[in-house]
């Protein structure tokens, strides 16, 4: 009588017969969690700030914002408008990305007035003088219920003019 | 019903973790190893209730959770086929007294982690092993020779 004991069987259990699949599929796997992590390091998942620029005879707007975001994060946005030419009536345009499923917790300096329509958020500041800088600060939060891709385009126009856009996405991630 | 998705992809993801961590980081409970349970049970509760504190959403996550430990549990029970892949198999590291190196090397685990784990069984040396066996929960079972 064999003194194995029951339930082993040596081809399987000492020489892992049949089980060479298993080992490249953990290695498989921890090499994905590796990915995974360094992708991460990447910002492949957010949430590093981004600056993108539009220049125009009259202004310059430049949007610092992460692309990229997880559920639950709090992040900052920084708008700046340079004026070169006075801007009268200097008008923010936010697409609803920007709002969307997203907790708006300050916008830092206030706007004169804020308006909306289906699609965007106005926000309008006093007249800028040429030379002048605004910077504008929203800080931000992500609804962890909102996944996906969004339309985040920023454009600043005068008093129903545009003077430059900006187009933008912003992945949510959950 | 985002939280029960949540809890799904959480319950799934530390599924596969466990089943390809390797089984003896799993059993072998060091300080540094509770603490680091603490810290992941932590993690993972903010991703799957996130800001939802309700009682409704804690329910839903738990229950998630039960019903996946079952379904996985009674998939394992009723197909013989998949009990390898869901639970994992023995794998021997002791015949006849000598240590089997490359299954050793594979689980990631000294001969002074079997020498304890025979200690901890009352057994002085390898050499009265006539098989050790890590078992698929990670604890290393002992058979002594016959006198």
């Known amino acids: 009588m064999s003194d194995i004991p029951q339930g082993i069987d040596l081809p399987r259990h000492r020489d892992f017969e049949g089980k060479a699949a298993g080992q490249w599929l953990r290695h498989g796997f921890l090499l994905l969690l590796t990915l995974f992590v360094l992708a991460a390091l990447l910002n492949a998942f957010g949430a590093r700030p981004q600056t993108e620029e539009a220049g125009a005879a009259a202004a310059t707007l430049k949007v610092t914002a992460p692309e990229r975001v997880r559920g639950g994060l709090l992040y900052q946005a920084r708008l700046e408008i340079h004026a070169d030419e006075a801007i009268g009536a200097p008008t923010l345009v936010l697409d609803k990305g920007w709002i969307e499923e997203t907790t708006i917790n300050t916008v830092q300096p206030e706007p004169a007035q804020t308006t909306s329509d289906p699609k965007h958020l106005k926000l309008r500041y006093p007249p800028l003088p040429p030379g002048r800088t605004l910077s504008v600060f929203i800080s931000l939060q992500a609804n962890p219920n909102d996944v996906g891709t969004h339309n985040a385009d920023v454009a600043l126009y005068d008093a129903g003019e545009e003077i430059a856009s900006i187009d933008r996405t912003q992945v949510n991630f959950p | ?147």
């Open chain 2, 1 to 147: 019903m985002d939280i029960v998705i949540r809890a799904a992809v959480v319950f799934a993801f530390l599924f596969l973790l466990m089943r390809m961590l390797g089984r003896r980081e799993l059993s072998s409970m060091e300080p540094f190893d509770i603490i680091l349970l603490v810290v992941v049970g932590d993690l993972v509760q903010q991703g799957v209730t996130q800001s939802d504190y309700s009682v409704t959403g804690a329910l839903l996550a738990v229950s998630t959770i039960a019903l996946l430990t079952v379904l996985v549990s009674w998939t394992s029970f009723r197909v013989r086929k998949l009990r390898p892949i869901l639970e994992g198999e023995p794998i021997v590291l002791i015949e006849d007294g000598e240590l089997i190196e490359k299954n050793l090397r594979r689980q990631r685990i000294t001969a002074e982690e079997v020498e304890q784990g025979a200690r901890l069984e009352q057994i002085t040396s390898l050499g009265e092993v006539r098989w050790a066996i890590l078992e698929t929960n990670g604890q290393i079972s002992f058979v002594e020779k016959q006198q």
